[in-house]
């Protein structure tokens, strides 16, 4: 690991493959180019701390169920990144960054990431938080895993709700935090959990009633089209004057663009357990109704709403990767066309477009691996009959694709 630069606080981290790795680098992508993970197995056989092969037989090993060893290869790869970083890094501080656009620095990301799942799994959903908010520190700008659209998710599970009112407190003004479906329906619950508590002034927990009450009319209001999904899940029997309300039937579902029925199904395919509860479920019936009167009685508020779904247009590239990594069924069959045709591979899925490379691969690799990347390539003349790709040097000595 190297330090390129520190700016204002932050340091700016970035992983290098040695001459001897890149050479292992590229005996992984011919073994992934063969389509047989014995040729992996073979590899890590004689490179045993090879970090894309560790995560891509650790997907091989989960698909078969053997969550044991896939969980071993994880926390090689990250003993492996911990012997190699820089002595500045820092994990705990927020002020140390990696670009996701660097090739090198993908894989730290998704070990993290599979192993933060791993522990959620595990029933370690607190520890999981914490590997969140880690990854989320990476890059909060750009947030290439969006795990804004995850962390709703493990506050309720850890019951930090609190955390997550700040969070959504602090980014709303600057990150518009509100036209997350995750984060309209997750503020909502965590204001009526609150209300709930037994050691809470009276007082204080009729204010969070009335505040979860507001946000969560707001979110029906806002993304009708979680409802119905939600209770199915839930396997509750939404009412009849629900189900044929022009509202909230079908065609809430229908209407909805792309980019936001992605994000709806994300949201309902992995929260509705937090919905289960009965005292949830009466409170969210309550609301149900008041919106229906609100909707009948032609509040402006719903105008509104509708008017800012035409904002949805087309998810972006880190959200198409969050729902990949997810393998949220109800999410993955909403992704779009030009996703769903091309291979994901588990040691990087849909690689940025504008990816930076430190070294030369050889066009083999790259339309085998990296279809979309190289037709892009190929598209705009960078590839040359020698079959390696044209870079430059920027002022930092690093190779950057032209």
Same mark, same amino acid.
């Given at each position: 690991?190297?330090?390129?630069?520190?700016?204002?606080?932050?340091?700016?981290?970035?992983?290098?493959?040695?001459?001897?790795?890149?050479?292992?680098?590229?005996?992984?992508?011919?073994?992934?180019?063969?389509?047989?993970?014995?040729?992996?197995?073979?590899?890590?056989?004689?490179?045993?701390?090879?970090?894309?092969?560790?995560?891509?037989?650790? /997907?091989?090993?989960?698909?078969?169920?053997?969550?044991?060893?896939?969980?071993?290869?994880?926390?090689?790869?990250?003993?492996?990144?911990?012997?190699?970083?820089?002595?500045?890094?820092?994990?705990?501080?927020?002020?140390?960054?990696?670009?996701?656009?660097?090739?090198?620095?993908?894989?730290?990301?998704?070990?993290?990431?599979?192993?933060?799942?791993?522990?959620?799994?595990?029933?370690?959903?607190?520890?999981?938080?914490?590997? $969140?908010?880690?990854?989320?520190?990476?890059?909060?700008?750009?947030?290439?895993?969006?795990?804004?659209?995850?962390? /709703?998710?493990?506050?309720?599970?850890?019951?930090?709700?609190?955390?997550?009112?700040?969070?959504?407190?602090?980014?709303? &003004?600057?990150?518009?935090?509100?036209?997350?479906?995750?984060?309209?329906?997750?503020?909502?619950? $965590?204001?009526?959990?609150?209300?709930?508590?037994?050691?809470?002034?009276?007082?204080?927990?009729?204010?969070?009633?009335?505040?979860?009450?507001?946000?969560?009319?707001?979110?029906?209001?806002?993304?009708? =089209?979680?409802?119905?999904?939600?209770?199915?899940?839930?396997?509750?029997?939404?009412?009849?004057?629900?189900?044929?309300?022009?509202?909230?039937?079908?065609?809430?579902?229908?209407?909805?663009?792309?980019?936001?029925?992605?994000?709806?199904?994300?949201?309902? =395919?992995?929260?509705?357990?937090?919905?289960?509860?009965?005292? &949830?479920?009466?409170?969210?019936?309550?609301?149900?109704?008041?919106?229906?009167?609100?909707?009948?009685?032609? /509040?402006?508020?719903?105008?509104?709403?509708?008017?800012?779904?035409?904002?949805?247009? $087309?998810?972006?590239?880190?959200?198409?990767?969050?729902?990949?990594?997810?393998?949220?069924?109800?999410?993955?069959?909403?992704?779009?066309?030009?996703?769903?045709?091309?291979?994901?591979? =588990?040691?990087?899925?849909?690689?940025?477009? /504008?990816?930076?490379?430190?070294?030369?691969?050889?066009?083999?690799?790259?339309?085998?691996?990296?279809?979309?990347?190289?037709?892009?390539?190929?598209?705009?003349?960078?590839?040359?009959?020698?079959?390696?790709?044209?870079?430059?040097?920027?002022?930092?000595?690093?190779?950057?694709?032209?």
């Amino acid at each position: 690991m190297t330090l390129l630069q520190s700016k204002e606080g932050i340091q700016y981290f970035t992983f290098e493959h040695g001459r001897q790795y890149q050479q292992v680098q590229f005996k992984f992508l011919d073994a992934v180019e063969s389509m047989d993970p014995n040729n992996i197995v073979a590899l890590l056989q004689l490179n045993p701390y090879h970090i894309d092969s560790l995560l891509q037989l650790s /997907d091989v090993c989960r698909i078969q169920e053997d969550q044991e060893m896939a969980r071993d290869l994880i926390e090689r790869a990250l003993y492996s990144f911990e012997c190699a970083c820089h002595p500045l890094f820092s994990l705990t501080s927020g002020t140390s960054r990696l670009d996701y656009l660097r090739t090198e620095n993908r894989a730290f990301y998704l070990a993290l990431y599979k192993h933060m799942m791993f522990l959620e799994k595990r029933g370690c959903p607190r520890t999981a938080l914490e590997y $969140c908010k880690l990854i989320l520190s990476l890059d909060p700008d750009a947030d290439p895993l969006c795990m804004l659209l995850l962390i /709703d998710f493990l506050t309720l599970r850890s019951r930090e709700y609190q955390y997550l009112l700040q969070l959504h407190q602090d980014l709303e &003004v600057h990150r518009n935090l509100c036209l997350l479906p995750n984060f309209a329906f997750s503020t909502a619950l $965590c204001h009526f959990h609150l209300s709930q508590q037994e050691d809470v002034d009276p007082e204080e927990s009729e204010k969070d009633r009335q505040k979860a009450d507001q946000m969560l009319e707001k979110a029906l209001i806002m993304f009708p =089209g979680v409802l119905i999904p939600l209770l199915d899940l839930c396997t509750v029997q939404p009412d009849a004057r629900v189900s044929s309300h022009a509202f909230f039937g079908p065609k809430s579902q229908i209407g909805q663009p792309p980019a936001l029925a992605e994000l709806t199904a994300l949201y309902v =395919g992995r929260t509705h357990s937090m919905w289960r509860e009965t005292a &949830v479920m009466f409170w969210l019936e309550a609301s149900v109704k008041e919106v229906l009167r609100r909707v009948d009685a032609k /509040d402006p508020l719903v105008d509104d709403c509708q008017n800012k779904k035409q904002r949805y247009k $087309c998810a972006p590239r880190n959200i198409h990767r969050h729902v990949l990594l997810s393998e949220i069924k109800e999410a993955t069959s909403s992704l779009p066309l030009e996703v769903t045709s091309q291979p994901v591979m =588990g040691f990087d899925p849909l690689p940025p477009l /504008d990816s930076v490379m430190s070294y030369n691969l050889c066009l083999s690799h790259i339309v085998a691996v990296f279809p979309v990347f190289a037709a892009k390539l190929q598209s705009s003349g960078e590839f040359h009959g020698s079959g390696k790709m044209e870079v430059a040097g920027n002022s930092s000595g690093n190779l950057i694709v032209l």
